[in-house]
Structure formats: structure tokens, C-alpha cells
């Protein structure tokens, strides 16, 4: 059964029309991958889904309701936890207030020590402040960050950018303890190695619009796409 469903979407940023009827459908304990070019609307589809920059029309349903005109706080305490591409960790807090904040935000939590478990090179850095962080370790505070949370639908933009290969790699794993206890995921990327590691399906976005869908094996037997789309080849 659809967890999560996106409609026909037209999502504008002011007079400028961005998606053009973006339709997505994600199953309870998929991993789903939608992948595009830089500024194909991967990231305003993602805005668009938790309330940040909602749709001007169509809609947008979370286990059976609708949600397109809930706040993103209302649509974070259904059960939905966004890691955004810019991480947006709060540079005068410490780690350990970045993740006791979300914590405090969620329905049903978990306790922020099993984050440390997760992330054990955030452990020595509890007490450091956002900003004294490296790219990576921002990284993995956004991810924890929306972990501790306990999400059902866990979305990522583009979590890999600007990270060096061996973060990508514990990144990688991290998703993978995660999804084994069925969280719902939804990747955006531009490295498509690591989203065809993890997704089972993917669709691809161009110019706003839906361009493909189908499983990752499909996708990449494409080379076309590959070449037209992403960027690969
Ligand atoms: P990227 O990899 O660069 O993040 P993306 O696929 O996530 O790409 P979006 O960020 O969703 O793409 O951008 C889609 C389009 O919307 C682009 O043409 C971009 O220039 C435009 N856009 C994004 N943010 C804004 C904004 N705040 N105001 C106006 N236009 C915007």
C-alpha cells in the first residue's frame, strides 16, 4: 500500500513555476531514489512534500491523508523527517542540543545515546558547536538529527554532496541499518552509484517534470537516460 503520494504537483517560487504536475508514488518500507540534474527539482519536490514551499495545486498524501496544507512542523510530527541538502545545523548550538531539539520536536523519539551508537564520530563531538564542524560531520548530524526522530518517511536531498568517499561509505551503511527497520525512504542525488546502492526504484525528474520511472535495474540498463538525464555515461 502508497505511504506516501504525491498527485499532479504545480509548485511555484513566486511567478516562477518549478514543477510542472510532479507525481510520486513510495511504498510503506521502499527505497525510492528520484534523480535529476542540478536544478531539475529534486529539492522543490522535497520542499514541496513536508510544507516548506507547498504545491499551488494537486496533492499530497501521507498514509491515507491528505497533508498539502499542513505546516512542515504539523507534517514532521505526522511522521516525516526531511535531511536537507543545505543541513541547516544550528551553528551556535552543540551537537547534542542540534539533536535534543529534534528529539523534543517528535511524536515518539528515540533516545539521542542510540545516535551516538549510529554515529559514533559525533560521540567525542557532543559538546561542539554546529558551526566547528566539518561538511561530514554537519552531514551526519542532519541525518541523526532526523533519525532521532524515529520517521516513517525519511527523505534525503542529496545527503552524499561534498562528502569525502569514506563518509559516503559509512553514510551508506548507516541508510541501510535504517531501512532494515523499515523506514520508508525517499534519496535525491546526483551521485547515482550511491542512490543505485540503496534504492530499489527511482524516478527521474527534468525541468520539473517526471521524465522515467521505474526499478534502478531499469534505469541504469538505460543508457540513455544515464546520458540525457544524469549526467553519466
Ligand atoms: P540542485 O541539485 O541544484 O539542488 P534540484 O534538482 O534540487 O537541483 P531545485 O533546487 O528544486 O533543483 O531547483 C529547481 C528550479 O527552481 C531551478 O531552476 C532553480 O533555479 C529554481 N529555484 C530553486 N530555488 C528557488 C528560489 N528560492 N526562487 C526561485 N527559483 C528557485
Known sequence: MS?????????????????????????????????????????????SIVGATPPRSGSITY??????????????????????EDRRVFPTLSVQ????????????????????????????????????????????????????????????DEPTEGLAPVIVDDLREIVRTVVDEDVTVLLTEQNVDFA?????RGY?????EIVFDGTVEEIQERDDLLETYLSVG
Not at 5 to 31: M, R
Not at 196 to 200: C, I, Q, V
Request: glycine content about 8%; overall charge negative; aromatic content about 4%.
Open 196 to 200: 543505485f546502492d540503496l534504492a530499489e
Open 97 to 156: 542540543e542540534n539533536l535534543v531539539l529534534a528529539h523534543n520536536l517528535a511524536r515518539d523519539p528515540r533516545p539521542v545515546e542510540e545516535m551516538y551508537e549510529l554515529f559514533p564520530a559525533l560521540d567525542p563531538l557532543r559538546s561542539n558547536n554546529g558551526r566547528n564542524l566539518s561538511g561530514g560531520e554537519q552531514q551526519m548530524v542532519a541525518v541523526a538529527r532526523a533519525l532521532v526522530q524515529r520517521p516513517d518517511v525519511l527523505l534525503m
Open 3 to 47: 505511504v506516501l503520494t504525491v498527485e499532479d504537483i504545480q509548485t511555484y517560487y513566486g511567478n516562477s513555476h518549478v514543477l510542472h504536475g510532479v507525481s510520486l508514488e513510495i511504498e510503506a518500507g521502499e527505497v525510492v531514489t528520484l534523480l535529476g540534474r542540478n536544478g531539475a527539482g529534486k529539492t522543490t519536490t522535497m520542499r
Open 204 to 208: 527521474i525528474i527534468d525541468t520539473g
Open 63 to 84: 498514509a491515507g491523508e491528505e497533508i498539502t496544507d499542513l505546516t512542515p512542523d504539523e507534517i514532521n510530527a505526522r511522521g516525516l523527517s526531511l535531511v536537507p
